[in-house]
């Protein structure tokens, strides 16, 4: 079947599905493979269940009027989103990807920019070649705006990405040591999430460049529209008054907010916050705007929330690590001025040939403050040799925990998201 025709299918039922746990009625199923399943075994179950219709790419699982059959499901999900995205030809569409901060930084855009525009961004963390297509896909007429958040492991994906998100605007928010192990090593880091700049570049888009970073002025070279945001020599500046409990930042330049009072934990996501600042000025968003929907947003999903829990406060951080956040979230929490701290730091993962080293880089680092209790859990922290408490996996860590009965402390707890360091605290 032609893309022409699927999407006229799409407008009859514009609601996409691939799992048929969560279809409802009138979804058309996509029957996407996985390492441990085949979706179109699926294809019976979803249409029993409700589906208008199942898209499949196995022939032996064509039931009919309500299958369509393609050559391949996950091509066809990905092309029926580029067409979709044709659709909106007067709407910005801003695409945002990095090392870190990736997350947090959408959620500030798109808590800005809905306060002004009818605005659709991405869904919790989809952010791969089936959660994108998946976004685009939910973009209804009445958009103004549409953000979306581009993860990538190794390089040519953010290029596959805009081919069918085709962004307007775009974000790194930093080149970090995330992923190494696909991407081979820092450079290739760059040179994957550089591919975002080659498009912008290459279709006369506007990037919106963090000018502290000078690898992201040089990366940014060529294209033609770029908005600074940083601490100095930029078109929006702010600094840090305080970052504890939660961080504050004085805009002195490019905006009107004054001082912003963010549910944020860090000097670390100055950035994000500055860019929040700088994409709502750009696209006309009154300052009181802005101040408010930046101080009013409240982290979630285990990224950097401060949880009070009896007399203890918790940074829970357990997302995802890197070396990079990783260095930052010790540093951030080696300066509050609290007695008692306990680090609580799960093993990070697709570090390559480099783990090990970047492992007992962070042990090294843990060494130079002074701690209550220091905990590490999995992956290659099992490796190195430390003085610390160290655990097998998060299951582990909680026993410890539980029978620590810590009062008046404040705990770190981060780590990757394979290790599942928010178990600690169910």
Same mark, same amino acid.
């Given at each position: ?16 599905? /691939?799992? =048929?746990?969560? %279809? ?8 996407? *493979?996985?390492? &441990?399943?085949? +979706? #179109? ?61 990736? /997350?947090? =930084?959408?959620? %500030? ?8 525009? *009818?605005?659709? &961004?991405?869904? +919790? #963390? ?79 888009? &506007? ?220």
């Amino acid at each position: 079947m032609l893309i022409e025709q699927l999407y006229k299918i799409y407008q009859q039922f514009p609601s996409i599905q /691939t799992d =048929t746990r969560k %279809l409802k009625q009138g979804d058309i199923f996509f029957a996407l *493979k996985g390492e &441990t399943f085949n +979706g #179109n075994a699926f294809a019976a179950k979803a249409i029993e269940a409700g589906a208008a219709y199942a898209v499949i790419d196995e022939n032996e699982f064509f039931l009919g009027d309500k299958t369509i059959l393609v050559d391949d499901v996950l091509s066809a999900l990905q092309q029926l989103a580029k067409h979709h995205r044709k659709q909106f030809t007067s709407i910005s569409f801003i695409a945002i990807t990095g090392s870190n901060g990736k /997350t947090t =930084t959408k959620e %500030l855009v798109h808590t800005v920019l809905s306060s002004s525009y *009818k605005t659709y &961004t991405t869904e +919790g #963390n989809l952010n791969n070649h089936i959660g994108i297509p998946l976004t685009i896909l939910k973009i209804k007429p009445d958009a103004e705006v549409a953000v979306l958040e581009m993860g990538a492991n190794h390089q040519k994906e953010i290029a596959g990405y805009c081919e069918y998100a085709q962004p307007t605007h775009g974000i790194i928010t930093n080149c970090g040591k995330a992923h190494l192990e696909g991407f081979g090593g820092e450079e290739g880091v760059r040179k994957g999430k550089g591919e975002l700049y080659d498009y912008l570049r290459k279709t006369n888009g &506007t990037a919106f460049v963090m000018w502290d970073y000078e690898y992201l002025q040089e990366m940014s070279r060529g294209i033609p529209k770029i908005v600074t945001y940083g601490s100095r020599n930029a078109e929006t500046e702010g600094y840090t008054i305080k970052s504890e409990p939660f961080l504050e930042v004085n805009i002195t330049k490019g905006g009107e907010t004054g001082i912003i009072k963010t549910k944020l934990v860090g000097d670390y996501n100055l950035p994000n916050v500055l860019l929040a600042v700088a994409i709502g000025k750009y696209f006309n968003v009154p300052d009181t705007k802005i101040k408010v929907s930046i101080e009013n947003y409240t982290p979630s999903n285990s990224r950097s929330q401060l949880i009070k829990k009896e007399s203890n406060t918790i940074i829970l951080d357990a997302y995802n690590a890197n070396p990079s956040s990783m260095k930052l979230a010790i540093e951030n929490f080696a300066r509050l001025s609290a007695d008692n701290k306990v680090l609580m730091l799960g093993g990070m993962a697709e570090l390559g040939k480099e783990s090990l080293s970047e492992h007992e880089a962070i042990v090294s680092l843990i060494d130079k403050f002074k701690w209550k209790s220091v905990v590490l859990v999995g992956g290659d922290f099992l490796k190195c040799r430390h003085p610390y408490i160290s655990l097998m996996n998060s299951e582990e860590a909680k026993e410890w925990f539980v029978k620590k009965h810590f009062s008046d402390t404040h705990i770190l707890v981060k780590g990757s998201r394979s290790i599942k360091m928010e178990k600690i605290l169910e």
